[in-house]
Each structure stands twice: as C-alpha cells, then as structure tokens.
Nanobody
Framework: QVQLVESGGGLVQAGGSLRLSCAASIRTFSNYAMGWFRQAPGKEREFVGGISWVGASTYYSDSVKGRFTISRDNAKNTVYLQMNSLKPEDTAVYYC??????????????????WGQGTQVTVSS
C-alpha cells in the first residue's frame, strides 16, 4: 500500500515562497517518477511538474516554469516542490503523485496511480 503525505502548505503573500514536501512509503522509491498537481476551486486538477526516478530530469507546466522547482531525496523517500514568486492564481490544493509503473515518466494524470491527500496553498494579493 503506497502512502504519500504532503506537508508545507499555508498562506503566503504574493511574491513569497513556500516549499512543499511529500513523504512516500514506496519500497523502491528510486524507481518511480513523481509528479505534482494542483486543483483550484471549480477547476480541474492540473499538472504542475514532474521529476524522473533519480532526479536527472524535471519538467514543468508553462504556468510555473521558472518559478517552481521540483527535487527529490531518494535516501529520504521524499520529493519537494519549491515555489517562488507566488501569485494569487497559484492558490490551490497541491497533490503529489507517484507514477503508476517503475521507470514511467508521467506527464498526465492518467500516468500516476498513487496520490497524497493534498495540502492547501493560498496566495494573498
């Protein structure tokens, strides 16, 4: 049973920063790409970015590119989302997700089979 637990959300002013963490209980964590998604009220869940299984590759949606950075520490079974220059439109519940299969570089929701419970990020103007 895979468990993903996000933390680090909160309220921040526009222009500020937050770092989200996601602790994973995956025995072979280093074999799985990880992703971050977000869902704002009334909107569909959208892909924020992902990182390959050893962290060699990262990729982001255009809306966060240059402001957000994903990293991982395989020794700690943890993936991070560093969010800088936050904007009010970044307000959402943020979810981490694990790819459905080892060595699958996921880009869409269907590529990810395990999800965390989400953490709220609110950016005030």
């Amino acid at each position: 049973q895979v468990q993903l637990v996000e933390s680090g959300g909160g309220l921040v002013q526009a222009g500020g920063s937050l770092r989200l963490s996601c602790a994973a209980s995956i025995r072979t964590f280093s074999n799985y790409a990880m992703g971050w998604f977000r869902q704002a009220p009334g909107k569909e869940r959208e892909f924020v970015g992902g990182i390959s299984w050893v962290g060699a590759s990262t990729y982001y949606s255009d809306s966060v590119k240059g402001r957000f950075t994903i990293s991982r520490d395989n020794a700690k079974n943890t993936v991070y989302l560093q969010m800088n220059s936050l904007k009010p439109e970044d307000t959402a519940v943020y979810y981490c997700a694990a790819a459905s299969f080892p060595f699958l570089l996921g880009h869409v929701r269907e590529d990810f089979g395990s999800w965390g419970q989400g953490t709220q990020v609110t950016v005030s103007s």
